[in-house]
């Protein structure tokens, strides 16, 4: 049960409330309605101290409606962010405030706060998961070619779910930012396979065993991540970003 702590949950403002309340509502699931603000770390204490009553509460519910605990409600947001590819562990808290989304980012906390309506939050998420990417996984490419020598144009982050990464004739690397669910020695083996087609632009013979030969085990990573997006690292609530 502990893995799954703290369960998912929003922050509600009240004017009516008198008091702060962690209540689990059918629809919306665990929220604190509360008459003041919140901040991130407040919001965690408050539902650390009512932690035996939600977990008996989140337990009954689920074995009620077993279907409930896998659905993701869409306007329902993690409560962790866990990013294989940097070996990040990342706590969102969402404050549902009725003012203009925006995202805090405390990298030091690896911590995020999202205020504002959820439709609008998977949006900011988005950027950041793309910003996030660039500031990671760019310089490593960029070193990577300059190790081997590769005529490495240009680069960008891309949110793609067809390919995790595309190289251009004009010499320019885009990579989807979905790379950060990949296990390291993968980003590793995509960050190749791409600086590879700077010297060959296809997938002959040629192009593998030049990869082959630049990263021994190259093939058998491509085959590992062909359906990577189906694991259980890859979250559900990943189809609503
Ligand atoms: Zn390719």
Not at 72 to 78: E, F, G, I, K, M
Not at 108 to 123: F, I, N, P, Y
Not at 201 to 223: K, V
């Amino acid at each position: 049960m502990s893995a799954h702590w703290p369960p998912p949950f929003q922050i509600r403002l009240s004017q009516r409330a008198k008091r702060i309340l962690v209540s689990i509502h059918p629809k919306r699931g665990l929220e604190i309605v509360t008459p003041k603000r919140l901040g991130a770390q407040q919001a965690l204490d408050i539902i650390a101290q009512h932690r035996a009553w939600i977990e008996a509460k989140l337990h009954a519910r689920q074995s009620h409606a077993p279907h409930a605990a896998t659905a993701w409600p869409a306007h329902q947001l993690p409560a962790h962010i866990r990013l294989p590819a940097l070996d990040e562990h990342w706590q969102l808290v969402h404050l549902a405030t009725t003012t203009r989304a925006q995202l805090r980012i405390d990298s030091a906390q690896r911590q995020l706060t999202l205020l504002g309506e959820s439709e609008q939050v998977w949006g900011l998420l988005q950027r950041w998961f793309i910003a996030h990417a660039k500031a990671q996984l760019l310089p490593a490419l960029h070193q990577l070619a300059e190790v081997h020598n590769d005529p490495l144009q240009g680069s960008g982050i891309r949110w793609n779910h067809t390919r995790w990464g595309s190289c251009s004739h004009a010499g320019r690397i885009n990579l989807s930012a979905r790379m950060l669910w990949l296990e390291p020695c993968e980003v590793i083996y995509v960050l190749h396979h791409e600086l590879n087609h700077l010297h060959h632009f296809n997938h002959s013979p040629d192009f593998w065993q030049a990869l082959e030969e630049r990263l021994p085990g190259a093939l058998a990573l491509d085959h590992g991540i062909r359906h990577a997006h189906r694991r259980a690292s890859f979250p559900e609530w990943l189809k609503l970003v």
